[in-house]
């Protein structure tokens, strides 16, 4: 093997070795998979590890514990061996902490009264966000055996009682819509596997979409967490930077600021999202963190019909036939329980992806570049893909400053522009209701187009992805005599095929203006209500 081969075999080696200690061991496991593994747990696991894993939502298993319907560390171990199971079956594990989590449930069990609101509920953890005491390498096999940072969200979810239990996969330079590095190779989707579970916190996405965990942390500079949660049928939540700490991840581009990242929940439900939030905001982090704003959690309530804004389309790429008719079933269900539904007119989309690309790598990709080439393992296609977007170079000071500006006036354009629709007799607009990604879960190595998640994180709008629908053969064949906007929508075009989509998840995007968090939060559940969801 070569150096980085060897390197590599040594992270592997210590994630078989954590998940070796699964007490019972799964035994008797398919070979080969299915494509959909949505069906393993039931087969595999014993019925009451089943009934805890796949009937709750962190809500109902917070409940549970305190009325001591279950203990933490008989909920801890379900969790571990059905993470174990989704490792088997969709290559989403980085470390499974076997000891240290049954150690950290008996002692919540131990005690006499709760330490917190997430009191004995286990949670799941992406491992580029750091973790005390252990080593973080975000997917750079450079970075194998560095130690953590201190992380400020973590420690406040673990102060406020819950069990960290698994780890999980990222993509290299974690900048892919996809969950592909050269220490772990590729992570599935559960839904069916030719198919990617998103990136760059694919191997969350992968996990909770698994149900091998209820409540997992990522992050979001371009879509990392909304693509992964859209890609797996689950809640995702991007946000405004500055709403809660991102300190405390590994970052080779320490320092630049052109573009926001912020981590997130994945979840199953809507109100674990509110619940993360509160926890998080409750414990006062910018005492701790300078650069985040002084703003509670604060939810809303509307007392009036919404404005909606659906964007069929960006101008630029139209989606695939499931996601055009999960926006109609939403937009009708909307208009039918009484709110305002209207088009939205995208500005320029193509010019916010000409601008956000650009931002990504003000360095030309040096530094990561260099950091890969450091450990001599191959640059994947998407990575080179990513940076080697058109206009991407090493820029001086002075250009630098010059597209800080551009994205600044595109800001401002955006704001005026959603601003002019409160010329109209029913006032501004409150959300949008968009896509997440072009289509279902893309197939391996085509995720090339970011806009419907990245297009939000240049304007720095907070946004959500909930579940809808799933492809159905049936209904979402694809368009005969299509005629493409462009060459890019060609491509995106000539990519669907519906059975090879056969499975997969249906998602949708609400979007509000920037620091509009909580009306994003109420809206999805008057949304969520009109489709006759509680």
Same mark, same amino acid.
């Given at each position: 093997m070569a150096p980085w081969e060897e390197k590599a075999k040594v992270a592997r080696d210590y994630r078989d070795e954590s998940l070796s200690k699964i007490d019972p061991p799964l035994k008797g496991l398919p070979d080969p998979l299915p494509l959909n593994s949505q069906d393993l747990p039931k087969q595999y696991l014993t019925d009451r590890e089943y009934e805890l894993t796949q009937n709750y939502d962190p809500i109902a298993l917070l409940d549970l514990l305190r009325t001591k319907k279950v203990t933490s560390e008989e909920l801890t171990k379900a969790f571990l061996r059905r993470a174990a199971l989704a490792q088997y079956a969709v290559n989403c594990i980085t470390e499974l902490m076997w000891d240290e989590a049954i150690e950290r449930a008996k002692y919540l069990d131990s005690l006499s009264e709760p330490i917190g609101p997430l009191h004995g509920l286990p949670i799941s953890i992406k491992e580029y966000h750091s973790f005390k005491g252990k080593s973080t390498h975000g997917s750079y096999i450079a970075w194998i055996g560095g130690l953590s940072r201190h992380n400020v969200v973590n420690e406040t979810l673990f102060s406020a009682g819950c069990v960290y239990y698994a780890r999980t996969t990222g993509p290299q330079a974690l900048m892919h819509l996809e969950t592909i590095n050269n220490i772990y190779g590729r992570t599935v989707n559960p839904y069916n596997r030719n198919l990617t579970p998103g990136g760059s916190s694919g191997g969350e996405a992968a996990l909770v979409g698994f149900r091998g965990s209820v409540l997992g942390l990522g992050g979001d500079i371009g879509g990392s967490v909304r693509a992964p949660a859209g890609d797996t049928g689950l &809640?995702?939540?991007?946000?405004?930077?500055?709403?809660?700490?991102?300190? $405390?991840?590994?970052?080779?581009? =320490?320092?630049?600021?052109? *573009?926001? !990242?912020?981590?997130?929940?994945?979840?199953? !439900?809507?109100?674990? @999202?509110n619940l993360f939030m509160k926890v998080i905001l409750d414990s006062e982090p910018w005492r701790v963190d300078p650069s985040i704003t002084v703003k509670p959690w604060t939810p809303e309530k509307f007392s009036r019909p919404l404005k909606i804004a659906i964007e069929w389309h960006d101008g630029v790429v139209k989606p695939h036939p499931p996601t055009t008719r999960a926006l109609k079933e939403v937009a009708a269900a909307c208009a039918a329980a009484g709110h305002k539904v209207v088009d939205w007119v995208p500005l320029d989309h193509a010019k916010g992806w000409d601008i956000? !690309?650009?931002? &990504?790598?003000?360095?030309?990709? %040096?530094? *990561?570049?260099?950091? @890969?080439? %450091?450990?001599?393992?191959? =640059?994947?296609?998407?990575?080179?893909? @990513?940076?080697?977007?058109?206009? =991407?170079?090493?820029?001086?000071?002075?250009?630098?400053? /010059?597209? #800080?500006?551009?994205?600044?006036? &595109?800001?401002?354009?955006? /704001?005026?522009?959603?601003?002019?629709? /409160?010329?109209?007799?029913? $006032?501004? =607009?409150? *959300?949008?209701? #968009?896509? *997440?990604?072009? $289509?279902?879960?893309?197939?391996?190595?085509?995720?090339?187009?970011?806009? &419907?998640? !990245?297009?939000?994180?240049l304007l720095d709008y907070p946004g959500v992805v909930f579940p809808v629908t799933s492809v159905d053969v049936q209904k979402d064949g694809k368009e005969v005599g299509y005629t493409p906007m462009n060459e890019q929508d060609r491509w995106n075009y000539e990519l669907y095929e519906p059975e090879k989509y056969i499975g997969a998840p249906i998602s949708l995007q609400i979007v509000g203006r920037r620091f509009m968090d909580e009306k994003v939060m109420a809206a999805l559940e008057i949304i969520e209500k009109a489709m006759g969801r509680s």
């Open positions: &809640y995702g939540f991007k946000p405004t930077t500055g709403r809660i700490p991102a300190k $405390g991840t590994k970052n080779p581009m =320490v320092g630049r600021d052109s *573009v926001g !990242s912020t981590q997130g929940p994945l979840t199953v !439900s809507r109100e674990t @999202i956000v !690309s650009r931002l &990504y790598f003000p360095d030309g990709g %040096e530094a *990561v570049l260099n950091l @890969i080439h %450091e450990s001599g393992e191959p =640059v994947l296609p998407l990575t080179e893909w @990513i940076i080697n977007q058109p206009g =991407v170079k090493n820029l001086t000071m002075h250009e630098y400053w /010059a597209l #800080c500006a551009e994205r600044d006036q &595109y800001r401002d354009d955006y /704001a005026k522009h959603w601003a002019a629709t /409160a010329d109209s007799s029913d $006032g501004e =607009v409150d *959300v949008i209701l #968009c896509p *997440v990604t072009p $289509g279902a879960a893309p197939l391996h190595e085509t995720s090339k187009y970011w806009p &419907y998640t !990245s297009q939000w994180n």
